[in-house]
C-alpha cells in the first residue's frame, strides 16, 4: 500500500489541502472476494494541529468484486466522502480499564505522535465504503443449486418444485389449512 503521512504540527492556519492520485501498484489489496483496480484518487482539506485535527475527505476507488450469487466478476466503483477528528493520545485516559464514551468521541480517532498516516486513513474508509453483499446486477438469480448454472445465462432442465425434505411435515399442514 502507498505510504505517506502529515506533519499535523506544520499545518497552516487556514489549513491544508492535500489531493493525490495514487497508481494502481502503489495501493493493491486483494481479497476474498474483491481486489483494487485502477487509480485511486482522494481529496482531503485538513485544519487544526497534533493535538486536534479535523479533516474533510473524498475519495473514489475502482475494485472488481465477485458476486455474490452467480460468482461472476464485475467492476465496481467506489466513492466516499467522510469527515474525522483525530485528537492527541490521552495516556492517563488509555491506562484506566473500562471508559465510557459520548458520542461525540465514537467519531474520534487517536494519534501517537504528530503525523497522520494518509495510508491507514484512506484504506480504512475504502473497506468502509465496500458494500457488505455484491451484487452483479441487482436481479442477479445465481447459480442452480442442483447442476450449477447461472441462471442468468441459461434456464437449467433442473426440477424447480423439489422440496427439502425437512420442510415436508410443514407443507402437509399447510394444505390441510386451505
Not at 475502482?62 to 466478476?73: V, W
Not at 438469480?141 to 433442473?158: I, M, Q
Request: hydrophobic content about 35%; aromatic content about 8%.
Amino acid at each position: 500500500m502507498y505510504q505517506e503521512s502529515i506533519d499535523l504540527s506544520h499545518i497552516p492556519a487556514e489549513g491544508l489541502k492535500v489531493q493525490r492520485k495514487v497508481h494502481p501498484n502503489a495501493w493493491k489489496i486483494v481479497e476474498t472476494d474483491w481486489k483494487s483496480r485502477g487509480e485511486l484518487e482522494f481529496e482531503l482539506f485538513l485544519q487544526g494541529n497534533a493535538r486536534k485535527a479535523a479533516i474533510e475527505g473524498m475519495f473514489t476507488a475502482g475494485i472488481t468484486a465477485n458476486c455474490h450469487r452467480c460468482l461472476n466478476s464485475f467492476p465496481l466503483d467506489l466513492r466516499r466522502s467522510f469527515h474525522l477528528t483525530y485528537l492527541a493520545a490521552d495516556p492517563e485516559r488509555f491506562a484506566k480499564e473500562e471508559v465510557e464514551l459520548s458520542g461525540q468521541e465514537l467519531e474520534v480517532a487517536y494519534l501517537e505522535g504528530e503525523h497522520l498516516p494518509l495510508q491507514e486513513m484512506i484504506q480504512e474508509q475504502i473497506y468502509l465504503a465496500v458494500p457488505m453483499k455484491f451484487l452483479c446486477k441487482q436481479d442477479c438469480r445465481g447459480l442452480c443449486v442442483h447442476c450449477g448454472a447461472d441462471l442468468n445465462e441459461v434456464e437449467c432442465e433442473c426440477p424447480q418444485d423439489e422440496m427439502d425434505p425437512r420442510w415436508t411435515k410443514l407443507k402437509t399442514v399447510l394444505d390441510k389449512s386451505k
